[in-house]
């Protein structure tokens, strides 16, 4: 399976702006790479069935995944999903890194539902303290979006560096 030099922004999608303000033009203008860094974003209008085949590939070879579960949905499926994407990505490929964040606490508006929002946040629980006990070396549990950015961006540039560092030997094979 070959990893592909992207970062696939997976996590709360619906009305999450997450991606749209902060990620995507980071990463369209960072380091002042000519052209910026390869994304893959999930999130889009007009969502089909047949984006599924798309959103699996990314998830099977994207070399650094995103998996923020923001406090803005109750991310039910968010959770299930993380759970179990991460860990058969991890069977695929296990020289890829995961970002994993789940923030703790639902928008107020979110706890008027008492019965999705004590599921939520039993789920929010359960997620994080698993993914601490599996202790991989590749997946990183971070507090914030802002800390998801900044470790995606220097995973980013490490394996730029590894990519340089494979073709280099590889060309002198030849």
């Not at 070959?2 to 369209?28: A, D, H, Q, V």
Request: charge should be negative; include cysteine.
């Amino acid at each position: 399976m070959n990893k592909k030099l992207c970062i696939g922004m997976f996590g709360t999608c619906g009305k999450s702006t997450w991606r749209k303000n902060l990620f995507i033009p980071y990463y369209e203008n960072i380091m002042g790479l000519e052209d910026g860094v390869d994304y893959f974003n999930p999130q889009v209008d007009d969502w089909k069935p047949e984006l599924a085949q798309i959103e699996a590939e990314h998830l099977a070879e994207d070399c650094i995944i995103l998996f923020p579960i923001t406090s803005e949905t109750y991310g039910l499926g968010s959770l299930m999903e993380t759970g179990f994407s991460l860990l058969n990505a991890i069977k695929l490929d296990d020289r890829r890194d995961f970002i994993v964040m789940v923030d703790q606490k639902l928008d107020d508006e979110l706890m008027e539902n008492k019965e999705l929002a004590e599921e939520s946040l039993k789920g929010r629980v359960l997620v994080l303290q698993h993914l601490k006990k599996l202790n991989f070396s590749n997946v990183y549990i971070v507090n914030s979006l802002k800390d998801m950015l900044e470790i995606s961006s220097i995973l980013y540039t490490n394996a730029e560096c590894v990519n340089d560092i494979n073709r280099k030997l590889n060309a002198s094979k030849d």
